[in-house]
């Protein structure tokens, strides 16, 4: 199989923004690469400030919303929570059948998962055992301030007992002004966890367009690390449901 799975430290740190820039910067290079969301809460799928909304329009994908995200729910809560409320179900299998209906239209998917890796996410899994089912590099979203360093080595740590690869650390929303912090946080993150930042993206202050995200996770992602990943997959392998 071949893509990443995009998870976070927490809610609220630029996931769905780094993982429809990244789609976006990789389909810019010619990879046929799409986007899955399976499940969202917040919003519905249609809605155009939804992260299914977001990410369909950084990466440029010509797939629908409610593709790109088949289980939505108005309400803000942890995903299995929320469809509880709502009176649905959904179940690790209903998303991975999808998932593999997605590889039939790319050779690479870049999945978002919910919140940070223990969140209860299906009737009967929590998102790592999601990213446990597709076992696709990790790539982990962090905020670049105070309390970074102990989520973001916790997160890496906990993947790593679950047998799953991280590929790197993205830190979201830099600023100017905290540079010389972000710094000694990145280096401190690397040399607990072992694993690379791969990446300083920049605060985005108010409505930003596309072209900005993308210009901005060109600039300072290190995209060829992630594309070592892409190449050395070779085969998309489905994932059995049963």
Do not use: W
């Not at 179900?89 to 870049?110: P, T």
């Not at 969140?119 to 590099?137: G, N, R, S």
């Not at 985005?204 to 070592?228: Q, R």
């Amino acid at each position: 199989m071949s893509g990443f799975f995009i998870t976070a430290t927490d809610t609220e740190v630029g996931k769905t923004v780094v993982a429809g820039a990244l789609a976006g910067v990789f389909r810019e290079l010619g990879y046929n690469v799409g986007v899955y969301k399976p499940l969202q809460s917040g919003h519905v799928a249609s809605n155009p400030e939804g992260d299914a909304a977001r990410l369909k329009v950084l990466s440029g994908v010509p797939t629908k919303e409610d593709e790109i995200c088949p289980y939505s729910i108005e309400e803000p809560l942890a995903p299995r929570l929320a469809m509880k409320r709502a009176g649905r179900v959904v179940h690790l299998k209903d998303i991975i059948d999808h998932y593999n209906e997605r590889l039939k239209e790319c050779n690479s998917l870049f999945v978002e998962g919910a919140g940070g890796l223990a969140v209860p996410y299906t009737e009967d899994a929590l998102v790592i055992d999601f990213a446990k089912e597709l076992q696709l590099p990790l790539i982990v979203v962090a905020r670049p301030t105070l309390g970074t360093v102990n989520h973001t080595v916790l997160t890496i740590a906990y993947a790593k007992e679950h047998g799953l690869t991280v590929a790197g650390v993205i830190l979201s929303g830099c600023k100017e002004c905290e540079m010389e912090r972000v710094q000694e946080n990145k280096e401190m993150i690397e040399e607990l966890s072992g694993v690379p930042v791969l990446g300083l993206l920049p605060f985005f202050e108010g409505a930003f367009t596309k072209e900005e995200v993308l210009e901005s996770a060109k600039e300072y992602i290190m995209i060829s690390k992630l594309e070592e990943f892409i190449r050395n997959e070779s085969t998309v392998a489905h994932i059995s449901s049963n």
